[in-house]
């Protein structure tokens, strides 16, 4: 039997008499974020929410039996992209919501330390509040990671593109290589961009911040040239954010963090 097939991690896949005995040993739980948006003619609107919840799934299983994975929360803050068909959006305050009641269920069972694993750029600002919330108000430890920000710098060096990010080469070879499912292999085009509005904004000079709609600054909805995307670079960048990520939730959940737990 496979180690995939003995780590069960995954909260929604237990019984509750296997929970009761599984969350025992639990330190930590993740909270896979994503979002149901387009993701171009390149991938499925699932995107950010499969490769969040399959990350998730990897790093509690390199973590077994002390981390424990929570349904995937499907949807998130889109509002630029619903220009585009089939996207949807919650607002920061319901996602914020949701995220508190997760909490709340978990501190029922002892759990008092979260992590937010996103795989959503757009829900970063809603889930870095909720995270300062929590503590002051709920009294547990929630950390928020964007998982592309732990390969923040490999991921720069492997682009192909200056303004990549969505759809894009390194989003789609996460895709090829977590879940070939959601990547139109044999569909993948380069975007069609256009210049920014403004000077001084968008995700290269970033100095102003000026929300955009999707369809301001991409013909398709994608970024990057996803033709360049290959399992193997997923592969290459998965496994440095895997380790990484195990490495802080390690310490995390030991409260290794030089400041106390919480009160």
């Known amino acids: 039997m496979t180690d995939h097939a ?41 995107t950010d929410a499969r490769l969040a919840e399959e990350v998730s799934r990897r790093v509690a299983e390199r973590l077994y039996p002390n981390v424990v994975v929570l349904p995937v929360i499907p949807v998130g803050v889109s509002y630029h992209h619903m220009g585009f068909p089939g996207s949807m959006t919650l607002s920061p305050n319901t996602l914020q919501s949701v995220v508190f009641d997760y909490m709340r269920s978990m501190l029922r069972h002892g759990i008092r330390r979260f992590v937010l694993l996103n795989g959503h750029g757009g829900n970063q600002t809603t889930l870095s509040v909720a995270a300062t919330v929590a ?11 964007f998982f592309w920000n732990m390969a923040k710098e490999e991921i720069r060096a492997a682009a192909c593109t200056v303004r990549h990010g969505h759809a894009c080469e390194i989003e789609a070879s ?45 013909r398709d909805g994608s970024l990057g040239d996803a033709t360049r995307a290959s399992a193997e670079l997923g592969e290459r960048l998965i496994g440095i954010i895997l380790e990484r990520l195990e490495t802080f939730i390690a310490a995390f959940m030991r409260g290794e963090g030089g400041g106390g737990d919480v009160a």
């Open 6 to 46: 003995t780590k069960k991690t995954a909260l929604a896949n237990m019984t509750t008499i296997e929970a009761g005995h599984f969350l025992k040993e639990v330190k930590a739980a993740i909270i896979p974020v994503g979002s149901t948006e387009q993701h171009g003619g390149n991938m499925t609107m699932n």
């Open 135 to 145: 503590r002051h108000e709920l009294g547990v430890e929630a950390a928020n990671i």
């Open 174 to 218: 996460f895709g090829l290589y977590l879940d070939p499912a959601i990547v139109r292999a044999g569909e993948l085009k380069a975007a069609e961009l256009y210049d920014y509005p403004y000077p001084y904004t968008g995700f290269e000079a970033g100095a102003v911040d000026l929300p955009y709609d999707w369809r301001q600054i991409t």
